[in-house]
């Protein structure tokens, strides 16, 4: 999703929540898949953000795609809100 070059620690990311029937998956980056569940409920990420296209379209992943863009692969922090 960040575009950085994936780390030794990887996470499975449903696209559409399982719980909501999704079945394809991605592999992220820890942080990323944190960011992501941080930002936005199961519902909401099949209802109205079922793509990574529109995620990072998204106020509060963009931000964060920002604060990542230069950290290396394997970089991990406590989930927070990133810097504006
Ligand atoms: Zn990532």
């Known amino acids: 999703m960040c575009g950085r070059l994936l780390g030794r620690r ?6 559409i929540p399982k719980s909501q029937g999704g079945r394809e ?5 820890p942080i990323c898949h944190r960011a992501i569940h941080a930002a ?11 793509t990574l296209d529109v995620l990072r379209e998204q106020e509060e992943i963009a931000g ?10 394997d970089f991990h922090a406590p989930t927070r809100r990133p810097r504006p």
């Open 64 to 73: 964060f795609l920002k604060w990542i863009a230069n950290k290396p692969p």
């Open 10 to 15: 990887i996470e499975w990311h449903h696209v």
């Open 40 to 50: 936005f409920g199961n519902k909401d990420l099949a209802r109205l953000y079922p």
């Open 25 to 29: 998956t991605v592999p992220l980056h």
